[in-house]
């Protein structure tokens, strides 16, 4: 049997397989930590990178957030004293940051719809940041676990994009496929409901990503239980998600989130890219305990 991720040792994630993953994140039963790192800002701290300030803080998964897949770049692991700003493209940098975290790592890549109705002006990303079969590929040649099919704020992101492109991922991606939306994007349409929750899954999507309760207006916990329930009886995850920068709000906020999402029957908290080592801290006690928690900061990564 797999070893529930909760507990599992760096050489027990680095060896699990895709399927292996999905079910071990099942069997910590709504424990899992994902923190997003926004791998252009300046580290916390010299000479280190803030993914590996977050697993430092417990965090279970790395999300990299404005990884170009064309110039793939962690702010923090190939800079130096004399050179802390240039951006030193580098093919093995998710490689060696698995090896120094003993995490599973992801990406985000965003499906775009240039014809959205928007909300809001449209920001324009780079092509390495898009959600294309060559960009899956790619990411899948540089040994990401798994891949987020969602959008930042104003970039265009919908739902009906998202649909194309986990099939997409299906076929160029091995690792595991999340999709969903945190926000609007940008776009003028619901941001998720049970019939698009069901064309994710019936797509191939392993996790649905929802906007955690308290995050989005009108998504409440009746909302959130019926989409956990009908993702589970599909077989697919959910992860709840901290994305409208409140991760940067008190340690009281983060915790009731926490507990919240936790009564729905989430499966992954996920907790933004303006999230602070504290609040990473404050949402794992919440939903887990110190115990546990004080066990994900001080395992070795060479256990």
Known sequence: MTERLLSATASQILKMSTAELKQSIKASEGRIIMAENMVIYKPLVDQITNAEIHAGFSADMLLMNFFDLNRPFVNGLETTDDNLFEVIPNEESIRILKQLTGRV?????????????????????????????????????????????????????????????????????????????????????????????????????????????????????????AIVKKAHDKGALVMSSIGTSQESSSTHTLEDIGIRNKICGVDIQHIGDCSSPETIYALSVAIRGTRHTFNRMSLSVNR
């Not at 899956?136 to 040649?141: F, G, I, Q, S, V």
């Open 105 to 225: 790592i992801g990406l985000n890549l965003e499906p775009i719809d240039k014809e959205a109705e928007m909300l809001e002006k449209r920001k324009d990303i780079s092509t390495g940041r898009i959600a294309t079969t060559e960009n899956l590929k790619k990411a899948n040649d540089m040994g990401f676990d798994f891949v987020c099919l969602t959008g930042n704020p104003r970039t265009g992101v919908d739902n009906k994009e998202i649909l194309e492109a986990i099939k997409l991922a299906k076929e160029s991606f091995e690792g595991l496929v999340i999709a969903g939306k945190m926000h609007s994007a940008g776009v003028d349409e619901s941001i998720i409901d049970i019939q698009t929750v069901e064309a994710f899954i019936e797509a191939g999507a392993d996790i649905i990503l929802v906007p955690a309760i308290g995050t989005v207006p009108d998504h409440d916990d009746e909302k959130q239980k």
